[in-house]
């Protein structure tokens, strides 16, 4: 199975801050990469698919990049709405598996 | 709107099986997969496998096989999960999602199913 790492587990940020999330593979998946967002007692929301195409409707200070094995998730200003964990997901090879997830915190 | 409403929360006793149901609207329901994923509490996401509600044809977790069984009713657009043997480990929310071919992703969920495995 390839396995996702993403760091760090939690982040601490405040409004306004840029924060960026990295995804590792353990091999690559070329740009078979989504980004989900989820709140508590929520289904996760896609936020970017294959690695950099923003979803309908999801903001535009919600950015995806990276090919091969790193990917990054960026938030270019933090937003109250966007506290939440997040977790990468790679969709080229079966299983299909996650990462840990990243909870991003109240600083 | 495109949506999937899931079947209720179910209380099983270890050994038994479950099914979950999956309703589609707002959408053909025979153009899209239905992906199947679960989350224990405070744990994070795992994926099950897939359907193809056009042709029947799945795709299972290794992890799964033998124990999961995905089927659908094209006649009132829902998909299935049914999950036998179940273990303490099963309990977990279950969630099915739509996935799109073009471009590829899964871009619409269901709100969950609460599975309880408990005697």
């Known amino acids: 199975d390839i396995q996702m790492t993403q760091s760090p587990s939690t982040l601490s940020a405040s409004v306004g801050d840029r924060v960026t999330i990295t995804c590792r593979a353990s091999q690559s998946i070329s740009s078979w990469l989504a980004w989900y967002q989820q709140k508590p007692g929520k289904a996760p929301n896609l936020l970017i698919y294959k690695a950099s195409s923003l979803e309908s409707g999801v903001p535009s200070r919600f950015s995806g990049s990276g090919s091969g094995t790193e990917f990054t998730l960026t938030i270019s200003s933090l937003q109250p709405d966007d506290f939440a964990t997040y977790y990468c997901q790679q969709y080229n090879g079966s299983p299909w598996t996650f990462g840990q997830g990243t909870k991003v915190e109240i600083k | 709107q495109v949506q999937l409403v899931q079947s209720g929360a179910e209380v099983k006793k270890p050994g038994a099986s479950v099914k979950v149901s999956c309703k589609a609207s707002?959408?053909?329901?025979?153009?899209?997969?239905i992906n199947w994923v679960r989350q224990a509490t405070g744990q994070g996401l795992e994926w099950m496998g897939w359907m193809n509600p056009n042709s029947g044809n799945t795709g299972y977790a290794q992890k799964f096989q033998g124990r999961v069984t995905m089927t659908r009713n094209t006649s009132i657009s829902t998909a299935y999960m049914e999950l036998s043997s179940l273990r303490s480990e099963d309990t977990a929310v279950y969630y099915c999602a739509r996935g799109s071919k073009t471009p590829r992703r899964m871009d619409v969920w269901g709100k969950g199913t609460t599975v309880t495995v408990s005697s």
């Open positions: 707002g959408y053909t329901f025979t153009s899209y997969d």
